[in-house]
């Protein structure tokens, strides 16, 4: 490793790597390449992989069949995974970093018993509070609001923000303090914009689970109006007989976004998981 | 704005009164350091309450009060929209899971499908990711871009994986896995039902969730292996030690710790399994016995047979595993992270 390779070794590594790659990604062509292909082309042995009659057909097949008040519209769908996803985002930003701030910076009695409170809240994982949270809110089923709010206050978020909080220096704040900054302009106007890599970091991971969030859906969702993207493929894939080349076309606009933004910030966001596992 | 402030909560003179009852001495200092700080009167308490309201009434609303709502309900005999008042039940909901004849079966298939998921799943992952991680921790120009495919897979969502493996593993003779089988077996292979059969199906479970999320474990160990020294290696190459010798005695002590927490964490994952069960089952034709998990019978016992009670005992069970696994997980951790 710390020796520089010699050219055979370096082109094996390439060989390896190249062929498990290749193999690990199967799926994710096989996904990309059925979207463009005719419906009995799909499942077709081998052949599935060849990319022949290639076209867009699929998608606007998609946008077609989802085009009515009991199905449900595809933009319908998209409109509410993409609310869901911002309202979630920047509110959790919002409020999970002001808390770790207040939480981590200002001095008041009190607050290292709410911070133990906010460390074990972070033990409970969403699924052991499903069942009642469906039970307390069932008159709220099929609404819009009770599918983003259990989510924005996150305590793992808050963790998150507390543990990058610590590391800045105090005395950039204590500087802006004696000039006579309160609290809240100190954090607005000096911590923000220091602390752009927790944001970006918490942002995505947020949004990422966000996106794929299917358990909360399938309790509190019959009506699709009110139906995000990844509940709708487990609806859409149940259709008999079904039309593979569609439900892929499907698959391939519910992953987008987030390969979109996977593409763009993966630095941020490799870094935000890799960074938070291994600090523990 | 500060019409609503809880400040009787917090009543500010409290930390000065308390020492000066003792001794007279450090309040004074204490005061004395306090007149030094900016601002006449420090507010910090209420602005701190005020900043992290927002997130702690969140929390106790969506966390902390279900969570204890799912102990309470699971004493008692709750279904939705019934005109019969919840009758209390004492430990009947627990002694059904575990007991009954009629009742425990599918609960404790789901517990045995869990345990099975996990103990499959956690070394294979681990051990896999580990493999990965060591592969691509090396000088390359096209690094980047490989680690990034091994990764791809994690933002997928995992309804969406479900659907793609239900593809690759369709019962036909046309579906990807046994066509491919059939390739390299000349001819000999045909149709095989991967996911309807209890025999392959949580095989199948095991292989798609691992595809999805080895990735995650992958950049979290390959982190851990960028903060071994390179230096250890160096002289390791100088003691003329071997590739197998140098993982053995450099790599592996260097990254226990973060081995340790990964291993918990997939653990811990493993026991939240759900979508992709749901997923397959519902509209793959999985094999629902050989493959429901503990949230899937969860969800299916508060949703399709509206019994709240019994489906808050097993949130109840369930948080208790994950708990047990996530403070083993912290003991483990904790030494390991701290040389």
Known sequence: MGTTPTPLRRFMDYAVLSVLAFVFVLPVIY?????????????????????????????????????????????????????????????????????????????????????????????????????????????????????????????????????????????????????????????????????????????????????????????????????????????????????????????????????????????????????????? | MTSVEPAPAVPPPGPEQAPSVTSVKPARSKRSMRSTRPGPKNRDWLHGLLMSAPAVVGLIVFVGVPFGYAVVLSFYNVRLGSPLEPTFFGLEQYRRLFTDPDLSGPFLRALLNNLTFAVVVVPVQTALALGLAILLNRKLKAIGLFRSLFFMPVVFPMALVAVIWRLILARSDQGMLNSALDAVSFGNWGAFDWLGDGATAMASLIVLSIWQGVGFQMVILLAGLQQIPGELYEAAALDRASRWQQFRHVTLPGIHGTLVFVAMLTSVLSFRVFDQVYVLVRGGGMDEDATRTVMYQAVTTAFDQNNIGQASAITVVFFLIVVVLTLIQRRVVRPGNED
Not at chain 1, 42 to 58: E, I, Y
Not at chain 1, 102 to 124: E, H, Q
């Open chain 1, 31 to 280: 996904l990309f390449l059925g979207s463009l292909k005719p419906s009995d082309e799909v499942l077709d042995g081998l052949s599935g992989f060849l990319p022949t009659h290639l076209s867009f057909d699929n998608y606007s097949a998609v946008l077609d069949s989802l085009d009515s008040d009991s199905t449900g519209y595809f933009w319908g769908f998209m409109g509410v995974s993409l609310l869901l996803a911002f309202v979630v985002v920047t509110g959790g930003l919002f409020v999970n970093s002001m808390a770790a701030y207040g939480l981590s910076r200002l001095k008041w009695r009190g607050r290292n018993a709410v911070f133990t409170l906010i460390l074990l809240l972070m033990l409970v994982p969403f699924e052991s509070v499903a069942v009642p949270l469906f039970y307390m809110f069932n008159d709220q089923r099929n609404t819009l609001p009770i599918l983003a709010l259990p989510f924005i206050a996150n305590a793992f978020s808050v963790y998150q923000f507390h543990t990058f909080f610590r590391s800045i220096p105090p005395s950039i704040e204590e500087a802006a303090r004696i000039d006579g900054a309160g609290p809240w302009r100190t954090f607005f106007a000096i911590v923000v914009p220091m602390s752009k890599p927790a944001f970006a970091s918490v942002a995505i991971l947020t949004f990422l689970i966000q996106w794929g969030s299917f358990l909360w859906p399938v309790l509190m969702v019959s009506d699709p109006s009110v139906r995000p993207l990844p509940l709708e493929i487990s609806v859409f894939q149940g259709q008999e007989p079904p039309d593979w080349g569609q439900i892929l076309a499907f698959g391939v606009l519910l992953v987008l976004p987030v390969l979109v933004v996977f593409a763009f910030f993966q630095r941020w966001f490799v870094q935000g998981v890799a960074s938070s596992a291994v600090k523990g």
